[in-house]
């Protein structure tokens, strides 16, 4: 197992560093997708490690390794061009498997880890088990099985003057938009059924000679309601990406206080935080709109949007501020009775 202490291992888990470093490099790049990738590869975990089995997975094993990635990351953005042919060869439409092209794209090109298979199924009397994302091999020589997850949950906890009863943080408080994921499920899988499949003795018929290391991969943002600051819960990063969710009654107050543009963000936007150089966001189609608009747009929608606001510089680049959901008015107290349902039993969510 690689040196959790490692130059890598501070400067991808150590708090502020890498989101200062993250930020600093997302500036310089200016395609979408190598922005996403960057965001995949360097932004803080959403969780902390979770031993003995939950150990996290880091794309650089040392910070030569790391600096690396950077400048090939900055020669990608000046010339995107293959990456954006593997990604458009198959129609994407699921988050979790963009994120994964992104990474496998890394783990063939990037000068770090090698990608040794992706996507390996595990079969016992002709029955899929499961499927180890990612078998790879470090510079060291050292055999990885990777879980890769990228997962955007709202707390659904109560928060503020009720936090009196219930003073215990809780993972089961983050909820998907959907009300059909939930954070203590997803890791609950995670930790039991996905990192130890490449430790079961079917595995070994599969043709990827072990032992491998298991080690996750858990990326994404976590939403707030607007204006509370509920305790973490002890198994997270606390350096998480954080954004905000307020109900569509209080949409207008919280918007006017906040900024003047505005876009609805599509599923596949929802990794690294959105930029526009000037002229970008028109030949795209985006559309920057006001609150009043916003909401007219989202009103149709009968679960939770993800939204951003955006800031101009003056000379025609807009920039992300910060990003959240519009969730409908009955939405806080659906999410609050599906994270105090006991779970009968943790079900496959596949990313």
Known sequence: MSDASGPAARLAAAPGTSTAALETLLDTLREPAVRDLAWVLLSANLLRAQPPVGVLASPFDSQQEADATVDWLRALDADPADLHRDLTATRITRLGRYAERLLGWFLQHGPAARLVAAGV???????TLGECDFLVQTQQGERLHWELAVKCYLHAGESGAQSATQPVARLADYVGPNLKDRFDLKLAHVLNHQLPLSAREEFASVGYAGPWTPQMFIKGWLFYRAGAMPADPVELD????????????????FAAAHAHMWRVLPRLEWLAPRRHKKGEAQAAGFAFVD?????EQTAPQHGPTMVAAFASDGVGNFAELSRGFIVPDDWPEQAQIYARRAPVSAPHHHR
Do not use: I, K, N
């Not at 199924?121 to 029955?127: D, H, N």
């Not at 606390?238 to 107050?253: K, L, Q, Y």
């Open 121 to 127: 199924p595990l079969r016992r009397a002709g029955v």
């Open 238 to 253: 606390p350096s998480h990406g954080r954004g905000w969710w307020v109900t569509r009654s209080e949409w207008p107050d």
């Open 291 to 295: 609150q009043q608009m916003l909401a």
